[in-house]
Structures are given as C-alpha cells and as structure tokens.
C-alpha cells in the first residue's frame, strides 16, 4: 500500500539548496564593504517524522567576488528549528562560521591609527549568528526561500562588530 502523498513528502530528510545573498559587518567606527555571495548548503532532518523531524542539521559554503576581501570563502554549520503548515514552513537558528570576508574597511576615516589597530585586533574569521527564514515554501520536492534574516557578531570579541545578512533567493531540493 501506498503512502498517501502528504507523509511520502514529509519522510524526505535532507535537503540540498542554492542561494543569493548579500551580507556585511559593522564596527563602532568601520564598516567592511557590502558583499554579494552565492551559497551552497545541505541540511538534514534529525528523523523522518516525530517531535525531532523539527530539528534540522547542515552547513555549507559561501563565496563572492568582494573588493578588499582577504580570501572570499566562507563556511558555516546550522542547527535549525522548523516548522511547516501546508506548502509555508519556517526556520530559525543559530549558526557558527568561518568567514574569509572578515576584514574592516581600510579606507574609512579614522581619528587615529591607535583606533583602526585596536578594531582591527578586536576582529576575527570566526562568528556566530542567528537566522531566521520566514517565508519558505514547499512545492512537492521543490523548496523555495526568500528574504532570509540573519543577525550575528564577530566571535573573537563578542558584540565588537554587528554581521547583518539578508538571504535574496535560495532554491532547494529535497532528496
């Protein structure tokens, strides 16, 4: 006997996307140039079905074309909190991150060298942020997103600088 199809799509655990998006980093006096990316990410559900179907693993790279980056590359891991209604589903959570895109803007003014050296110090590749993906839609295997929120901040020195990332457009499939 056949599943009827609304559990057959629900038993699908991975998820393999392509996406757009454009992100920068903020510190008390400099800002890093704004960066447009594309990502490549796999998520996986803990389980098929169940409380724990909610939970969703996965990483991924990002990479860009940006001026003054110091190696265009990025990679991160995600723990994500789903959940789904009809074709909408949402998700939100943290993500850890190593960015090649974490360098200050050279160029902005600055009242002394002494201030530029001490956010340089206080900057690092590493950060953690929070994302959250409002408007998910599920067509059969197909998973459109758009307008994906993320918030985070460098991790060397915790609020020393504000990442601000916003997700245009990811395509998905779930495999």
Do not use: C
Not at 1 to 14: D, E
Not at 54 to 67: E, N, Q, S, Y
Not at 77 to 106: N, Y
Not at 134 to 151: I, K
């Amino acid at each position: 006997m056949l599943a009827p199809p609304a559990l057959a799509q629900s038993a699908s655990r991975n998820e393999l996307s392509l996406g757009a998006t454009t992100f920068s980093y903020l510190s008390y006096n400099r800002p890093t140039p704004g960066f447009m990316t594309v990502e490549a990410a796999f998520h996986r559900r803990l389980a098929g079905e169940g409380p724990w179907s909610a939970l969703r693993l996965g990483g991924g790279l990002r990479t860009g074309m940006p001026a003054g980056s110091n190696f265009p590359l990025e990679g991160f891991v995600q723990v994500q909190l789903a959940a789904r209604i009809g074709l909408w589903e949402a998700v939100v959570g943290p993500e850890l991150g190593m960015s090649g895109f974490s360098k200050l803007d050279a160029n902005a003014t600055q009242p002394t060298k002494e201030l530029r050296d001490v956010e340089d110090s206080r900057f690092g590749p590493a950060y953690v942020a929070f994302n959250l993906a409002p408007v998910r839609l599920h067509f059969g295997r197909v998973v459109v997103s758009a307008l994906e929120l993320q918030v985070g901040t460098n991790a060397k020195v915790i609020g020393s600088t504000i990442r601000t990332q916003l997700g245009l457009l990811r395509l998905g499939m779930e495999l």
